[in-house]
């Protein structure tokens, strides 16, 4: 892997890599940073300390926005949409991307801070506020996840939105009819009219306007019942489109983490599938016990990159990426047998106990394999002791 591809997995919006989301959550706290002290900027009676502690966040965030700006400029050539462009081609269409131009704007407070010494110059500090928060929403990465379940669910959104409209012009039609004459000026036509349907549709009912004859106040009850219907239908439906799009990235991920694991190597795709759906991904630091001697057993794991000691008395034994631990307990159903402590950051997938039995079932090969090697490893450590 060359330098420029390391980095580029560092600092790509995509990436699962356990490193790059540490990347993201600090760019966002740094753009919370920001965004905070920008904000402090905007007081009407500043106090001279908290200003210029504030300008000085400003510059820090500024000028790693500014870092973070070339570093993505010069991996664009590692953006795998742009890879056929050649390195000039590349770092050009990023530039002018979505993405480019947002990052771009994000870096201007630079500029205004340099000329503007401790104020924020002559633009309005709001301004930078606003750039900051695009910033913020374009690299978080549940931004990009809520565009993607109101594209995959559009034909229903859509529908409930033309179920709103019916509901909105209705109301204001009726209400136009009932009220308009005895109050003109609010409802004097369906324009005025809307703001009331609006405001009871959405059951919002800031009360400036109210229906007067008893007629205009049971269609106001409709109203606000039609209103919380076609919310619960909206909230169903992101709900329901949320759940299935995290459910789909979380099989996408430990799909590709079981690819790694040769131990799956032979297995086909539809067993394989009914795996990834069984599997929870977990990272560790180094010197973390997963496992104690004498506890219960409820999981088991496989090693997707890292290394691991088993201590078990006498010289440790180091499992390291594809090997599995934790079967023994799960399969004697007894307490656990050793100590499993990581050396390294490890990856492991998790398979806990219920989803061990299941596959049991409907794996036996897989699960006659794991038998076999926790077979071997009871009658080295029985030889040992
Ligand atoms: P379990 O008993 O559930 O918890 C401790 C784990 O250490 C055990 O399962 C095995 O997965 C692992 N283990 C025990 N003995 C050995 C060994 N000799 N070599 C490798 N791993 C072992």
Redesign the pocket.
């Known amino acids: 892997m060359t330098r420029r591809q390391q980095i580029h997995a560092l600092v790509d919006p995509r990436s699962h890599a356990h490193v790059a989301g540490r990347v993201r959550t600090l760019g966002g706290m740094l753009a919370l940073i920001g965004i905070s002290a920008i904000s402090i900027d905007t007081l009407p009676h500043p106090v001279h300390v908290v200003t210029a502690i504030a300008a000085a966040c400003v510059g820090i965030v500024a000028a790693v926005f500014m870092l973070e700006y070339l570093v993505r400029l010069w991996v664009a050539p590692e953006v795998a949409r742009f890879r056929n462009l050649g390195p000039r081609g590349a770092r050009l269409r990023w530039a002018v991307s979505g993405e480019g131009v947002i990052d771009l704007l994000a870096v201007l407070p630079v500029l205004a801070t340099a000329s503007g010494g401790a104020r924020l110059g002559a633009v309005p500090a709001s301004v930078y506020v606003l750039l900051w928060v695009i910033k913020l929403a374009s690299d978080a990465q549940g931004f990009e996840l809520i565009v993607r379940v109101v594209r995959n669910h559009r034909s229903a959104l859509s529908a409930v939105a033309v179920l709103f409209l019916i509901v909105l012009f209705s109301a204001a039609t009726l209400i136009h009819l009932l009220e308009g004459q005895s109050q003109p000026k609010s409802f004097g036509s369906i324009p005025a009219s809307l703001w009331w349907a609006m405001v009871t549709l959405t059951t919002t009912g800031y009360g400036d306007v109210i229906p007067h004859t008893p007629l205009g106040r049971m269609l106001g009850g409709l109203v606000m019942i039609c209103g919380i219907a076609v919310l619960a239908l909206l909230a169903g439906i992101l709900a329901m489109g949320f759940a299935d799009e995290v459910r789909r990235r979380e099989f996408a991920r430990i799909w590709e983490l079981v690819a790694r694991v040769p131990f799956f190597a032979d297995v086909g795709a539809i067993a394989i599938s009914d795996i990834v759906a069984r599997l929870r991904s977990r990272n560790y630091p180094p010197g973390t016990h997963v496992?104690r001697?004498g506890e219960p057993?409820d999981s088991?794991y496989f090693i997707v990159a890292g290394e691991v000691e088993?201590r078990?008395g006498g010289p440790v034994?180091t499992?390291s990426d594809g090997?599995?631990?934790?079967?023994?307990?799960?399969i004697?159903r007894?307490?656990?047998?050793?100590?499993?402590v990581t050396v390294t950051p490890c990856t492991l997938l998790v398979l806990e106990v219920v989803d061990f039995y299941q596959l049991a079932g409907q794996q036996p090969s897989l699960v006659r394999a794991i038998e076999a090697e926790?077979d071997?490893?009871?009658e080295?450590?029985r030889l040992?002791a």
């Open positions: 496992i001697k057993g088991m088993v078990i034994r499992l090997g599995f631990f934790g079967e023994m307990a799960l004697d007894k307490p656990r047998s050793a100590d499993v926790a071997h490893r009871r080295s450590d040992r």
